[in-house]
């Protein structure tokens, strides 16, 4: 897999690597066009044409994503107009 930092993967500016294993690499972006950063996850070739290898990611994200959105969801401060007398 070829090294991406500099490049550009649609709005994302690839800025380091920050680990690469046996599904592939992960690097620090920058989404230019939202001006925020992002972790980037990029497939070697034989896994991105792995169905069942591409479904356990998505799959994976999925439920990472609900657990951090209802992390979210109960740290969210309360209402500050139920406490008026």
Same mark, same amino acid.
Request: aromatic share 4%.
């Given at each position: !897999?070829?090294?991406?930092?500099?490049? &550009? =993967?649609? &709005?994302?500016?690839?800025? /380091?690597?920050?680990? *690469?294993?046996? !599904?592939?690499?992960?690097?620090?972006?920058?989404? /230019?066009? =939202?001006?925020?950063? %992002?972790?980037?996850?990029?497939?070697?070739? +034989? $896994? %991105? *044409?792995?169905?069942?290898? $591409?479904?356990?990611? *998505?799959?994976?994200?999925?439920?990472?994503?609900? !657990? #951090? #959105? &209802? /992390? =979210? +969801? @109960?740290?969210?401060? @309360?209402?500050? &107009?139920?406490?008026? +007398?």
């Amino acid at each position: !897999m070829r090294d991406l930092i500099g490049r &550009s =993967l649609g &709005s994302y500016r690839i800025v /380091e690597k920050i680990c *690469e294993g046996g !599904m592939g690499v992960v690097y620090w972006a920058n989404d /230019e066009r =939202l001006d925020r950063d %992002a972790a980037i996850k990029v497939l070697p070739e +034989e $896994v %991105a *044409e792995d169905e069942a290898a $591409v479904n356990t990611l *998505e799959n994976s994200y999925s439920a990472k994503t609900e !657990m #951090l #959105l &209802s /992390e =979210l +969801e @109960s740290e969210r401060p @309360s209402d500050l &107009s139920d406490t008026r +007398e």
